[in-house]
């Protein structure tokens, strides 16, 4: 059966809209190194924060450069949660997570805030 023009323009911009749904937005952050040679501390922070600007009610999902319980309470405090893995010397883990030689394999430690879960695993 051949395909009207009216079809196949209602098929292209139903994948244009889907296309547009898929999108993530790629951001230049001009902060740190280069040429200057002067670095800046909690980039990762910075870039998460430029990245979700204007955003309310997401959740954002975050590999340890840029985890930190500071962020996580700054998106609290945009109607935004965080999931991520943190590095083991940050300093506001608590001792008690990281020991893990009494554990049992596949165990798994909570420890608990209002606003925070953390799992050592």
């Not at 244009?16 to 190194?33: C, I, L």
């Amino acid at each position: 059966m051949p395909s009207t023009p009216a079809k196949e323009r209602k098929e292209k911009e139903e994948k244009e809209k889907m296309e547009e749904k898929e999108k993530v937005p790629v951001v230049a952050h001009g902060r740190g190194g280069g040429c200057g040679g002067s670095s800046e501390r909690n980039l990762g922070m910075h870039v998460v924060l430029d990245a979700t600007e204007g955003l309310r009610g997401r959740n954002v999902t975050c590999n340890n450069f840029f985890t930190s319980s500071e962020l996580a309470a700054r998106l609290l405090k945009r109607d935004m949660t965080m999931v991520g893995t943190v590095r083991k010397n940050k300093p506001e883990l608590p001792p008690t997570l990281l020991a893990s030689k009494d554990r049992q394999v596949f165990s798994s430690k909570f420890a608990f805030t209002p606003t925070t879960t953390v799992v050592s695993s």
